[in-house]
């Protein structure tokens, strides 16, 4: 059996929850106490280059906030502030909640600021390296 990997079985929260619930869940809530995490508010400060204009670090175009979402019909944020090395490498997937909090709370030297079309290319990439590896995983058992 390799450590880490959730087993499915419901262990957390009264028998309800798999520690992969369990897990999404904590590091949710790690995720919104990011937003008072001055390195990340700073990111944002930096990438304003102008009345309501943000520089996207990775397609380097100037970029409104929010945009409207056609399919969805409503405004959604169209600025991210991203870890350029990920919180958890998904090649190799979740390890320690040290390496969690450390991830998730990084210096400026490891965030950038994404407009939504690249944030959601590089959430893509990432979560194809993490369903290869979850595969991979599956076949050597
Ligand atoms: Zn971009």
Redesign the pocket.
């Known amino acids: 059996m390799s450590r880490g990997r959730p087993s499915g079985e419901k262990t957390r929260c009264g028998g309800l929850w798999t520690e992969a619930r369990f897990r999404s869940f904590v590091k949710g809530n790690l995720r919104s106490a990011t937003r008072k995490w001055q390195p990340i508010q700073q990111c944002k400060k930096n990438a304003h280059v102008g009345r309501g204009i943000y520089m996207?670090n990775?397609?380097k175009?100037e970029?409104p906030p929010t945009i409207v979402d056609e399919d969805k019909r409503k405004r959604v944020t169209n600025i991210f502030v991203d870890h350029i090395k990920p919180i958890v490498d998904p090649e190799v997937g979740f390890t320690t909640w040290d390496e969690v909090i450390e991830g998730m709370f990084c210096e400026s030297d490891n965030l950038q600021l994404?407009?939504k079309?690249?944030h959601d290319i590089k959430c893509e990439e990432e979560k194809a390296l993490a369903t290869k590896r979850r595969k991979g995983s599956i076949d050597e058992e």
């Open positions: 996207c990775g397609c175009q970029v994404l407009c079309k690249c």
